[in-house]
Nanobody, 118 residues
Framework: LQLVESGGGLVQPGGSLTLSCVASGFTLADYAIGWFRQSPGKEREGVSCINNDGGGTNYADSVKGRFTISRDNAKNTVYLQMNRLKPEDTAVYYC????????????WGQGTQVTVSS
């Protein structure tokens, strides 16, 4: 089971980024997928989660109305569209397979860095 995140980078406050999580070694459609993030000195926290068919989602209060999670099971990919980014969104973002929201399972990707700074 492998998860690979991409799409991170440096963006100015108010900007947007879209993260991707590509799965291999298993059928993505069988699992809920979550996005988590961790910044220096802080615990990893749940950002958003989507169930296996995309019919249900959850969001942390801090990102509601700004972030949107979606999935394309045919492409084995889950996305996190992030709008109106703030400096406090700066973190390493990880995807996770089969989380028990808001906690992750043991199946993590390697992470992608998102930095929001002017």
């Amino acid at each position: 089971l492998q998860l690979v995140e991409s799409g991170g980078g440096l963006v100015q406050p108010g900007g947007s980024l879209t993260l991707s999580c590509v799965a291999s070694g298993f059928t993505l459609a069988d699992y809920a997928i979550g996005w988590f993030r961790q910044s220096p000195g802080k615990e990893r926290e749940g950002v958003s989660c989507i169930n296996n068919d995309g019919g249900g989602t959850n969001y942390a209060d801090s990102v509601k109305g700004r972030f949107t999670i979606s999935r394309d099971n045919a492409k084995n990919t889950v996305y996190l569209q992030m709008n109106r980014l703030k400096p406090e969104d700066t973190a390493v973002y990880y995807c996770n397979a089969n989380p028990t929201w808001p906690r992750g399972s043991d199946y993590w990707g390697q992470g992608t860095q998102v930095t929001v700074s002017s």
